[in-house]
């Protein structure tokens, strides 16, 4: 499979099940693992970089991971291919930006994904829809198991495995969950919320994790410490709290319907008129109309599109999509102009 081929799709993560899906996007966890005999990557020669990638590829691609399991160099993509991966949430940020030899392996529905020489030597994924963390731990356990067969993990029988930052040492694990949050937003309850989620070790992102602003109403909210802590704890905590800000968001939206009825139609409706008429959108203006449109739908007020399309279209409208598509660099005009259009088709076509 080649990046092309991933343009005119989506992960099964997008697609609008799972528990608590009207609220809860997608589950994530991630294992950070460092092979024995090698020093972190901050500390790798160029050569030594090249010897792990290679001794890691082999290694994944001859496992019994997935079926069609898919690997690219990413040093032979060009920046925008990168820049797409990064929207698709199969490589990091940091991983598109390193250097020396590193890549990532992905399965055909995008739930699976192993970056090698990120900040770690291996960083192993598994995304799913909806509230899920039990069986996406269920899943990466497994990969972890088989990995760990033919591999040898840098693993200390005082602080557990050990890995470049030190706020990973011990599971290695970063557990997460996005949430769509408009109505808590709306009513200025959100930050009370997030200060009682910081006091159980818990942190709040955005989008694309550590670094990056909330944008769309969409919040990724993880553990911030595996040291000390089981991996069965950490889900328990994350477990725990999810459901209660699920609750609030709803009866947040409840308030809305009761108290403001029509400025709330009002103000999902237009939402839902700009992405059908707009000539130009912008990537914040974008990501704020169809943070609205899906709590439209959630709430019976919009019936004729479907889940799965709104969480597709918060991905397929990102720079680098747009720009996949076109087969070249755009600049923010034309990637607004093309936005707006590849939207109202997309919507037409419904």
């Given at each position: 499979m080649e990046i092309k081929d991933l343009s005119d799709k989506t992960g099964e993560w997008l697609?609008?099940?799972?528990?608590?899906?009207?609220?809860?996007?997608?589950?994530?966890?991630?294992?950070?693992?460092?092979?024995?005999?090698?020093?972190?990557l901050l500390r790798a020669s160029l050569r030594q970089r090249k010897e792990v990638e290679a001794l890691l590829k082999e290694a994944i691609i001859n496992s019994d991971i997935t079926k069609e399991l898919s690997y690219i160099n990413l040093n032979t993509v060009t920046t925008i291919d990168k820049l797409f991966l990064v929207e698709r949430h199969l490589i990091s940020k940091e991983h598109a930006d390193g250097d020396g030899e590193r890549g990532v392996a992905f399965g055909k529905t995008e739930t699976i994904s192993l970056m090698i020489n990120e900040e770690d030597h291996l960083r192993i994924q598994v995304i799913r829809a909806g509230l899920e963390l039990k069986n996406t731990w269920t899943v990466i356990d497994e990969i972890d198991n088989c990995l760990s067969q033919k591999l040898s993990f840098a693993y200390s029988s005082k602080f557990g495995y050990l890995t470049a930052c030190p706020t990973n040492v011990g599971t290695g694990m970063r557990a997460s969950v996005m949430l769509h949050l408009p109505a808590l937003g709306m009513t200025k309850h959100i930050d009370k919320v997030f200060n009682a989620v910081g006091k159980l070790g818990l942190v709040v992102?955005?989008?694309?994790?550590?670094?990056?602003?909330?944008?769309?109403?969409?919040?990724?909210?993880?553990?911030?410490?595996?040291?000390g802590k089981t991996e069965s704890e950490i889900l328990a905590i994350i477990e725990s709290v999810i459901p209660r800000i699920t609750s609030y968001e709803r009866m947040a939206r409840k308030a809305l319907v009761l108290e403001s009825k029509e400025q709330l139609e009002d103000r999902i409706w237009r939402s839902y008129g700009m992405l059908k008429a707009a000539r130009m959108i912008t990537s914040e203006e974008i990501l704020q109309l169809l943070s609205q449109v899906r709590m439209g739908v959630n709430l019976g007020l919009i019936n004729d599109i479907e889940m799965k399309t709104l969480n597709e279209l918060f991905i397929l409208t990102l720079p680098g999509h747009l720009q996949k598509l076109q087969g070249c660099e755009l600049d923010s005009t034309q990637r607004n102009i093309i936005r707006a259009s590849f939207v109202r088709k997309r919507l037409e076509d419904l």
């Open positions: 697609r609008g099940t799972g528990k608590e899906s009207d609220i809860v996007i997608s589950s994530r966890i991630r294992l950070a693992r460092n092979v024995t005999g090698f020093p972190f992102r955005g989008l694309y994790g550590e670094g990056t602003k909330v944008s769309g109403d969409l919040y990724q909210i993880s553990n911030q410490f595996t040291l």
